[in-house]
Every structure is written in C-alpha cells, then in structure tokens.
C-alpha cells in the first residue's frame, strides 16, 4: 500500500514537470507571436473599447469559475474525512485541480496580453496572441470540469464495502 502510494505520488509530480515545461514552451511561443491585424478602421473605435471590457470579463468569469470548482473539489474531499479515496478515482480529482490550475495560468497570460494589446494600441482582438490563451483557458477548464465530474459520478455510484446488498438474506 505504501510502495502504491509512493507511486502515485512520483506519478503526479512527474505530470506536474511535464505540464510545467510544457507550458513554458507554448506560453513562449504565443508570446513571441507578433501583434498582426488588418488595417484600421475608424469607425470600429468605438466598439473596441467595449470589446476589451467584454475580453476582460469572460477571463475573469472562467477564473473565478476555476477558483470556485477548486474550493468545491477542496470541500467535498475534506468534508468525508472517514471515507478513504482509493487510487482509481482519486486520480480524476488531481487532473482536474491541474486543469483548473492550468486555465488560471492561461487566464493570467491572457489579461496580460490584452494589456499589451490596449498600451499598445491595436484594433482588434482578433490576434493569434490573443485568442490562443483564451482557447487554452476555456479548453482547460471544460477538462477540469469535465474530471471533477467523472470523479463525482464514480464517488456517488460506489457501493460501501461495509454495507449489505439489500437482496441478501439475513438468516
């Protein structure tokens, strides 16, 4: 039990270097995506402003909804203290904590981009720089969810190991 533990601890760590450099390489390389766009249009000025805002609250809204599914998945694991976690689901729980973990980050890439972009003063938001860590940070946290909720499905469906089959005879 213990080398089983010992295990799936190095496991998770092992994923968690992977995720990281991986991570680091693509938030590298969008970085490094240059601010391209067509050519400006005066009279989409005025939308733009709110287009920024509209930007804003969507990273905001999944960040939120990230810390939120991590405070859920913090409360349900430690609310049944007696109620031991085998491997086999436990495992769902960590991959979407990283996933939400990971959309947080991309959440964080994301408003930082959109600063440079409004400093900067490009007219749209339709920019490769952009838009990939927005798709990485919703990507994310549709698999965190998704995790957390194979995770729930598998918990509520388990059958104690102490409790009786209600068909067997008590003779």
């Given at each position: 039990m213990k080398n089983r533990r010992v295990v799936f601890f190095l496991g998770f760590?092992?994923?968690?270097?992977?995720?990281?450099?991986?991570?680091?390489?693509?938030?590298?390389?969008i970085n490094g995506l240059p601010f391209t766009f067509?050519?400006?249009?005066?009279?989409a000025a005025a939308g733009l402003s709110k287009a920024f805002?509209?930007?804003?609250?969507?990273?905001?809204?999944?960040?939120?909804?990230?810390t939120g599914l991590l405070t859920a998945m913090g409360l349900f694991l430690t609310s049944n203290r007696k109620q031991r976690?085998?491997?086999g689901p436990l495992w769902l729980a960590f991959a979407s904590a990283l996933c939400v973990c990971v959309s947080i980050y991309w959440g964080y890439i994301s408003s930082q981009n959109?600063?440079?972009?409004?400093?900067?003063?490009?007219?749209?938001?339709?920019?490769p720089k952009l838009q990939w860590p927005k798709r990485m940070q919703g990507c994310s946290i549709l698999a965190g969810v998704f995790f957390?909720?194979?995770?729930?499905?598998?918990?509520?469906?388990?059958?104690?190991?102490h409790?009786?089959?209600?068909h067997v005879d008590k003779a």
């Open positions: 760590c092992a994923a968690c270097v992977v995720i990281l450099f991986a991570m680091r390489a693509l938030t590298n390389y067509t050519a400006w249009d005066p009279e805002d509209a930007y804003s609250a969507v990273t905001n809204l999944f960040t939120t909804l990230g976690y085998d491997g959109v600063e440079w972009a409004i400093e900067g003063g490009y007219p749209s938001l339709d920019i957390f909720a194979i995770f729930l499905i598998l918990d509520f469906t388990k059958e104690d190991s409790e009786r089959p209600a």
